[in-house]
């Protein structure tokens, strides 16, 4: 079955640890994005990819990082520079349109 | 950017009733698209609307896409312990086609 594969579920980090979040696809979708969801925030997006070797910020970028080497690959590194960086992370995909979630990565700084 | 308003942040309703949700905009919209949120999961895509004035139902779930192109509802009938989740209402904007998000309406449903 076709589908968004975000890992690990939860993770852990100490304070001024870079930590890299994953997120495969095998829906041949061109477009990825990560999102950062906060209670009573809503979904708030931090970069995304419309095609291999391209993506751009968004409206929260500051403090993370992102790569687009493979179609299926869009990796999320959050990083030291990130003060604030517990949250539920969303990674989705999309043709046309129509997006499709992961089940996110619950990050929490210990 | 353009934003999405949901209100209230939070619903109870009783095991059996309808509830009704609506997302506004000061811009006008040319889809808009409802997704739900259970604990710990992504959204889920319930019901995409394309065309003002739309009225597209899923089982017990029947949304409306506005006429003014700034507004969209959500209702839910005959509601049951597993509607419970976050409902967002969600629009393209921008060249990209980004999807904006409203903040969410979390509903509780008690037995």
């Known amino acids: 079955d076709g589908g968004i594969t975000q890992s690990p579920k939860y993770l852990f980090r100490k304070e001024g640890q870079n930590v890299t979040l994953s997120c495969e696809q095998n829906?041949?979708?061109?477009?990825m994005y990560w999102y950062r969801q906060d209670p009573g925030q809503g979904l708030r997006l931090i970069y995304y990819?419309?095609?291999?070797?391209?993506?751009q910020k968004g409206d929260i970028a500051e403090g993370y990082s992102v790569s687009r080497e493979k179609k299926e690959s869009f990796p999320l590194t959050v990083t030291s520079a990130q003060k604030n960086p517990t949250a539920f992370y969303l990674c989705?995909?999309?043709?046309?349109?129509?997006?499709?979630f992961g089940s996110g990565t619950r990050l929490t700084v210990v | 950017g353009q934003q999405l308003n949901q209100s209230p942040q939070s619903m109870f309703i009783q095991e059996g009733e309808d509830v009704s949700m609506n997302c506004t905009s000061s811009?006008?919209?040319?889809?808009w698209l409802w997704y739900k949120q259970e604990p710990g999961e992504g959204p889920v895509l319930l019901i995409a609307?394309?065309?003002?004035?739309e009225l597209t139902s899923n089982g017990r779930l029947t949304a409306q896409f506005g006429i003014t192109r700034k507004d969209s509802f959500l209702n839910i009938s005959a509601s049951i312990p597993s509607d419970v989740g976050i409902y967002f209402c969600?629009?393209?904007?921008?060249?990209?086609?980004?999807?904006?998000f409203g903040k969410g309406i979390t509903l509780s449903v008690r037995p």
């Open positions: 989705a995909s999309s043709i046309y349109g129509g997006y499709t």
């Open positions: 829906l041949n979708h061109d477009a």
């Open positions: 990819s419309q095609i291999v070797n391209d993506f």
């Open positions: 811009s006008i919209f040319n889809t």
């Open positions: 609307l394309y065309k003002a004035g």
């Open positions: 969600a629009g393209p904007t921008g060249a990209n086609s980004k999807l904006t």
